[in-house]
């Protein structure tokens, strides 16, 4: 098991950005309810700005932090608990987003949304609250596969770094869930 640190919390508690490994990849990680961590993981990514990122949450209620609303007896809960946890995200509608969160560039009202099957991941979310979670490497360029490599992209422009060797993982699968249909976006 991964051991974090309180110190890691508390720097995405308050804005910072590192990299961390994520259920599938090493991930350039940053509160997802802080504007200028978002901003920053956009301009060292190099993203594209019409491209959301997918956001990391350790439970479904987390949901309601982006305005997400939804009956513990409906549909698109059923659906959640098919693919939650897992290395799965999920597009969903956030019709109720606030304009004071248009930082995460929400596509025609929607976002991704994942919830990691790591324990440790979990409890990290629980401490630090949910994290965009993109790919540890510049837009275009190969996937971080380990820290060495994410260090030659980033170097001292993060603020910490979580070794655990090398991933060879792949990005999550991404779906997109309406009444009762799934629909693959990404395999």
């Known amino acids: 098991m991964v051991k974090i640190s309180s110190e890691v919390v508390k720097i995405l508690q308050t804005g910072g950005v590192g990299v961390l490994p994520t259920d599938t990849l090493y991930g350039l990680v940053g509160s997802a309810l802080n504007k200028k961590a978002?901003?920053?993981?956009?301009?060292?990514?190099?993203?594209?700005?019409?491209?959301?990122?997918?956001?990391?949450?350790?439970?479904?209620?987390?949901?309601?932090?982006?305005?997400?609303?939804?009956?513990?007896?409906?549909?698109?809960?059923?659906?959640?608990?098919?693919?939650?946890?897992?290395?799965?995200?999920?597009?969903?509608?956030?019709?109720?987003?606030d304009n004071k969160m248009s930082y995460l560039k929400p596509l025609d009202k929607t976002l991704a949304f994942r919830c990691p099957n790591v324990k440790w991941l979990n409890v990290l979310l629980n401490k630090a609250g949910p994290l965009v979670a993109p790919t540890a490497n510049p837009e275009g360029l190969p996937l971080s596969q380990d820290i060495g490599q994410a260090e030659k992209y980033f170097a001292s422009k993060v603020d910490f770094y979580v070794d655990t060797g090398t991933l060879k993982g792949k990005p999550s699968k991404i779906i997109k869930v309406e009444n009762g249909k799934v629909k693959i976006i990404r395999r």
């Not at 959301?52 to 809960?77: E, N, Q, Y």
Request: hydrophobic content about 40%.
């Open 38 to 97: 978002v901003q920053k993981i956009y301009k060292l990514k190099r993203r594209s700005p019409g491209k959301p990122f997918i956001i990391l949450i350790s439970k479904t209620s987390d949901l309601k932090l982006f305005g997400i609303r939804i009956s513990t007896r409906s549909a698109l809960v059923r659906d959640l608990k098919r693919f939650w946890p897992g290395p799965i995200s999920i597009i969903l509608e956030c019709p109720n987003l």
